[in-house]
Nanobody, 117 residues
Framework: QVQLVESGGGLVQPGGSLRLSCAAS????????MGWYRQAPGKQRELAAS??????NYADAVKGRFTISGDNANNTVYLQMNSLKPEDTAVYYC????????????WGQGTQVTVSS
């Protein structure tokens, strides 16, 4: 079992920055994939950024603005979000799969990000 707790969401003006954190109950070195998804009102959940076996992937909509990283010492996954736009408004979810069972996804509870003036 892996438990994930997100934090760092909030209200920010367009052009601002936020850093999301995802604290994991286990070592992130055991994660086959870790990433951030987001879901805007009335839309499907979509991938924002992920690290899979060391390979980083970003959605086109966030490339150049978002940075995903992992901190092994603190078992935490981060998403640094810069130059935020109103269309980035969504609930952001942390997601991981472990090497021991790559077919089972784990999700956090989500954190709201609102970009508005």
């Amino acid at each position: 079992q892996v438990q994930l707790v997100e934090s760092g969401g909030g209200l920010v003006q367009p052009g601002g920055s936020l850093r999301l954190s995802c604290a994991a109950s286990g070592s992130i070195s055991t994660f086959y994939v870790m990433g951030w998804y987001r879901q805007a009102p009335g839309k499907q959940r979509e991938l924002a950024a992920s690290i899979r076996s060391g390979i980083i992937n970003y959605a086109d909509a966030v490339k150049g603005r978002f940075t995903i990283s992992g901190d092994n010492a603190n078992n935490t996954v981060y998403l640094q979000m810069n130059s935020l736009k109103p269309e980035d408004t969504a609930v952001y979810y942390c997601h991981v799969r472990t090497y021991s069972d790559t077919s089972r996804p784990y999700w956090g509870q989500g954190t709201q990000v609102t970009v508005s003036s």
